[in-house]
């Protein structure tokens, strides 16, 4: 089974192709739940406040009778924050993964160099002694 996985990573046809695309998007989902559910109230303890929440408000906004704010201006710099922390995951993992499929790899060997053989002089000396003992 190994085998076969390995000979299926080594290949690049497009089946295989989407298969690693549905699996990123698949560990994509992985990497975000991890960040929103334990580093993001980790760090927010920090902050006293849910990370993916913090914000700088630049006009503030208006509450409505419903209880919606309106016409709040903002740069909700901890989401973004969050989703630079899953991209620095992300790219760490497929890094690591990366890595290992090359190592596992063949090592392209050298061709083998042809073995010399004798050169034009030599072939014509040859040539000579045979006719020479011909006579």
Do not use: C, H
């Amino acid at each position: 089974m190994l085998k076969e996985f390995k000979d299926f990573a080594m290949k690049g046809n497009l089946i295989d192709i989407a298969v690693g695309f549905v699996m990123g998007a698949a560990f994509k989902q992985v990497v975000t739940s991890f960040t929103g559910g334990i580093v993001s109230p980790l760090i927010g303890l920090i902050f006293n406040t849910d990370f993916k929440d913090l914000k700088w408000i630049v006009k503030e906004g208006i509450i409505e009778d419903t209880g919606k704010v309106v016409g709040e201006v903002a740069v909700l710099y901890g989401d973004f924050l969050t989703n630079v922390i899953d991209f620095i995951i992300v790219a760490f993992v497929m890094f690591i993964i990366v890595k290992g499929v090359n190592a596992t790899k063949k090592k392209e060997e050298p061709a083998p160099v042809a073995p010399k053989g004798p050169s034009q002089e030599d072939l014509l000396a040859e040539i000579r002694d045979l006719l020479a003992k011909k006579k």
